[in-house]
Every structure is written in structure tokens, then in C-alpha cells.
T-cell receptor, first 113, second 115 residues
Framework: NAGVMQNPRHLVRRRGQEARLRCSPM?????VYWYRQLPEEGLKFMVY????????ESGMPKERFSAEFPKEGPSILRIQQVVRGDSAAYFC???????????FGPGTRLTVT | AQKVTQAQTEISVVEKEDVTLDCVYE???????LFWYKQPPSGELVFLIR??????QNEISGRYSWNFQKSTSSFNFTITASQVVDSAVYFC????????????FGGGTRLMVKP
């Protein structure tokens, strides 16, 4: 059973471009969480999705950030018009149920130049 | 609101020493889970343990042990006979009885084990 997959592992974008981060949960997992780790900081929750639904986006910046988890395909975290402050590691985690333990992907390291 | 505090930002030990990483949490939930994750220099997050709030038994797994004390809201992690490969950032985290089960992480403790 493959683990949580994230791609790309490293992404470089210039200011103003769009960044798309993908997360494929473990097989059988329908709950996906996105977390952001700014340099030298801990992880902060961004958004929680279940298939086709956003359950909680309380940690997501109000502008430029969006997330989706379609019926088919990976979950996508989209950042429009990136700025230098968006440079961070973005981790996705999945779980089979709301109360179960979350399994983390390897992360996507976004660098905005 | 939930909060996790790891007061030690950085610890340096010599190989074979024992080391304890502290974690203190705050929550109003009656049911909650506590976690420890390891983040080695390669950057991925490695799950170490999950403990629910009703189980205060201490746990030992090889050189790792965890001490959960509800009375002091602490969930400390001890590595016995540390090794250089233990060098990493260790995160304590909490999830509560909320709608999403999202994790609240502490700021992490960077452990450096020197040969």
C-alpha cells in the first residue's frame, strides 16, 4: 500500500506566478489535510477536505489560496500570485476516517524567487 | 483553543546520553489525542506515537519511551542511549474532539546528538 504521495517535491516560482501542489492520499483514505511549515517553524493547519467537500478552511489565508479534493484525482492546493512569504514546505496528510491517525506525505518545498 | 508548547527549542547531547523532550498542551476537549513526530534532515515527517486522553499508561518502544501525565498536561518523550541517527526535529501535536481532527503542533525541538 503506497503512502501519501505529493508532487512536485520541489517547486520554484517567480513572484506573481501560480503554484499547484498535488496530494494523492493513501488508498482507501477519503480525508485530506494540508499543513504549512514556514522556515524554522512548526506546522500549521491550513485546510481539511473530504471527497468533494471542504470541511474546515480556518487555517487558510483568505486570499490567493484555494484547495479542492475532487471525486477523481488528487487533492490540489493552489496558490495564485505567489509572494516571497509563501515560500515554505507544504505537507499533506490523509486518514481513512475523521478520528484516525493522519499519515503524512513527504512534502512539497515551494520557493518563490 | 488548543495549544502545544515545546519549551526546548534546541538540545545537544553526546551519543549514549539519555534525553527527554518536553511537551505541554492546553485543550478544553475532554477527549483528545497526543502525538509525536520526527522530522529528520531529509524533511519528511515520521509518525512515532499516538496516545488518547483516556490512556495514561506510559509506553516504551525500544529506546523510546513516553510519559503522559494528565494532571500536568504533559506528554514527554525520552530517548535512551541516544544515537547520532536520532538527530532531528521532534514535534509534539494534539488533536481534539473537534469537527476536523486537525493537528495542532508545537514549535518543535531540534535534537543534535554528537558522536
Amino acid at each position: 500500500n503506497a503512502g501519501v504521495m505529493q508532487n512536485p517535491r520541489h517547486l520554484v516560482r517567480r513572484r506573481g506566478q501560480e503554484a499547484r501542489l498535488r496530494c494523492s492520499p493513501m488508498k482507501g483514505h477519503s480525508h485530506v489535510y494540508w499543513y504549512r511549515q514556514l522556515p524554522e517553524e512548526g506546522l500549521k493547519f491550513m485546510v481539511y477536505l473530504q471527497k468533494e467537500n471542504i470541511i474546515d478552511e480556518s487555517g487558510m489565508p483568505k486570499e490567493r489560496f484555494s484547495a479542492e479534493f475532487p471525486k477523481e484525482g488528487p487533492s490540489i492546493l493552489r496558490i495564485q500570485q505567489v509572494v516571497r512569504g509563501d515560500s515554505a514546505a507544504y505537507f499533506c496528510a490523509s486518514s481513512p476516517d475523521r478520528v484516525d491517525e493522519q499519515y503524512f506525505g513527504p512534502g512539497t518545498r515551494l520557493t518563490v524567487t | 483553543a488548543q495549544k502545544v508548547t515545546q519549551a526546548q527549542t534546541e538540545i545537544s547531547v553526546v551519543e549514549k546520553e539519555d534525553v527527554t523532550l518536553d511537551c505541554v498542551y492546553e485543550t478544553r476537549d475532554t477527549t483528545y489525542y497526543l502525538f509525536w513526530y520526527k522530522q529528520p534532515p531529509s524533511g519528511e515527517l515520521v509518525f512515532l506515537i499516538r496516545r488518547n486522553s483516556f490512556d495514561e499508561q506510559n509506553e516504551i518502544s525500544g529506546r523510546y519511551s513516553w510519559n503522559f501525565q494528565k494532571s500536568t498536561s504533559s506528554f514527554n518523550f525520552t530517548i535512551t542511549a541516544s544515537q547520532v541517527v536520532d538527530s532531528a526535529v521532534y514535534f509534539c501535536a494534539l488533536s481534539g474532539n473537534n469537527a476536523g481532527n486537525m493537528l495542532t503542533f508545537g514549535g518543535g525541538t531540534r535534537l543534535m546528538v554528537k558522536p
